[in-house]
């Protein structure tokens, strides 16, 4: 988990780099054409730190890289689509990630889109993972 999460700086000062010369060159002359708020750009580190985590979270849990990836992006789409059928008040908006983790990247969050973040985290990430290290202390050695 540590591992992944170094992995994750790599990227994000990479796109980091790559967006703040892309602003430059396009906004030469414009005084704040691209400004960043501090905690945007650690909500959005977080973000991607998250998201790698429920990856490894799902590998663990279903112990096969293949059905860990199909999981991550198909029961997420489908909680998305059931919290769109059933609609905004229904509790599953606690659980969509893509409703509760996308504001990371745009604003800072208030005390409920947190409240929010932390049970989709809890579902997602912890309870996962929570399945893997179970089934590998109790798997056989090999």
Known sequence: MLAAAVVSVVPFVVALVISAAGAAASSSGVHGAWTVDGAVLAQSFLYLVTNMMIGIAFGAALLASAPAIVAYFVLPTAVSALTSAVGAHSFLRWI?????????TVHALSATQWGRVATTSVVWLALP???????VLRSEIK
Do not use: E
């Not at 969509?96 to 990371?104: K, N």
């Not at 993972?129 to 089934?135: S, Y």
């Open 96 to 104: 969509d990630s893509s409703t509760t983790l996308a504001p990371m």
């Open 129 to 135: 993972l929570a399945i893997g290290v179970w089934r």
